[in-house]
């Protein structure tokens, strides 16, 4: 999930189950069956090496990795089928969602994420993709001293503090560079992603609608067919912190 950042820092973890485990493993695949497509080699098809990176800081196991590059770049006897679409709409407080879905089979995601917006009182099918900026994302721990003019130097466009770690904006191009730059500096990177950024940001403060904002992401996110979910939600720390405990 991707809103606003202080939700992604502090988000609740919940327990995986073996079944949990399942459909992660089979999201990644999916990710990398897509991005394969254009390339099965992760050091020229830098979207194949992000969703690699993923999958193998997931755990994902390397025959799984490899069974998924071929499949999506067709090499194997047994082609992929995924597609990938995106959605969009309006979620409970007005709060703007966009999902990503890696799917084989458009008319049975379509049908189950209507669902889950209708559920909630949402509306599915809003245009609302003007309200994010698509951006390289990378995450970096506050260690060393003058680490911010590090980052700019490294290639960051913006910065933001997250408490123990900054959250380092790039132009989606620029985001390997800028990885690499980081990494040949010495400054550890704990994740790097493509992402879409609000422009500005719903203010949730009420904790009833914090909480049926936080359920209705969740909702999407274990769908399936969902591999991102991205919305502009801003959420008060105490309120999170209290629905965290």
Same mark, same amino acid.
Do not use: C
């Given at each position: 999930m991707s809103g606003h950042s202080k939700w992604s820092t502090i988000k609740h973890k919940k327990a995986a189950t073996d079944a949990k485990r399942g459909a992660a493993f089979s999201k990644l695949a999916r990710l990398i069956e897509v991005a394969a497509r254009s390339g099965a080699d992760p050091e020229m098809n830098f979207r194949l090496k992000l &969703?690699?990176?993923? &999958?193998? &800081? &997931?755990? +994902?196991?390397a025959a799984n990795i490899d069974k998924a590059v071929r499949k999506g770049a067709g090499l194997d006897k047994e082609s992929s089928n995924i597609e990938e679409v995106t959605y969009e709409g309006i979620g409970p407080g007005n709060v703007a969602v966009i999902v990503q879905a890696l /799917?084989?089979?458009?008319?049975? /995601?379509?049908?189950? +994420?209507r669902n889950i917006f209708t559920k909630s009182g949402s509306?599915?099918? /809003?245009?609302?993709s003007w309200q994010f900026k698509n951006r390289g994302v990378i995450t970096v721990p506050k260690i060393g001293d003058d680490l911010e003019l590090q980052l700019i130097d490294a290639g960051a466009e913006e910065i933001e503090d997250l408490g123990d770690v900054y959250e380092v904006y790039?132009?989606?191009?620029? +985001?390997?560079k800028t990885r690499k730059n980081l990494v040949e500096s010495g400054i550890e990177v704990r994740e790097d992603r493509l992402a879409m950024i609000p422009i500005q940001t719903v203010k949730i403060t009420d904790t009833a609608a914090a909480k049926k904002v936080i359920n209705f992401v969740e909702a999407l996110e274990d769908h399936d067919d969902v591999a991102e979910v991205f919305a502009n939600f801003d959420i008060n720390d105490d309120i999170l912190q209290g629905l965290n405990s």
């Amino acid at each position: 999930m991707s809103g606003h950042s202080k939700w992604s820092t502090i988000k609740h973890k919940k327990a995986a189950t073996d079944a949990k485990r399942g459909a992660a493993f089979s999201k990644l695949a999916r990710l990398i069956e897509v991005a394969a497509r254009s390339g099965a080699d992760p050091e020229m098809n830098f979207r194949l090496k992000l &969703a690699i990176g993923k &999958a193998r &800081a &997931a755990n +994902l196991p390397a025959a799984n990795i490899d069974k998924a590059v071929r499949k999506g770049a067709g090499l194997d006897k047994e082609s992929s089928n995924i597609e990938e679409v995106t959605y969009e709409g309006i979620g409970p407080g007005n709060v703007a969602v966009i999902v990503q879905a890696l /799917t084989d089979n458009k008319n049975r /995601t379509v049908s189950e +994420l209507r669902n889950i917006f209708t559920k909630s009182g949402s509306n599915f099918g /809003t245009p609302v993709s003007w309200q994010f900026k698509n951006r390289g994302v990378i995450t970096v721990p506050k260690i060393g001293d003058d680490l911010e003019l590090q980052l700019i130097d490294a290639g960051a466009e913006e910065i933001e503090d997250l408490g123990d770690v900054y959250e380092v904006y790039t132009d989606p191009k620029n +985001l390997g560079k800028t990885r690499k730059n980081l990494v040949e500096s010495g400054i550890e990177v704990r994740e790097d992603r493509l992402a879409m950024i609000p422009i500005q940001t719903v203010k949730i403060t009420d904790t009833a609608a914090a909480k049926k904002v936080i359920n209705f992401v969740e909702a999407l996110e274990d769908h399936d067919d969902v591999a991102e979910v991205f919305a502009n939600f801003d959420i008060n720390d105490d309120i999170l912190q209290g629905l965290n405990s």
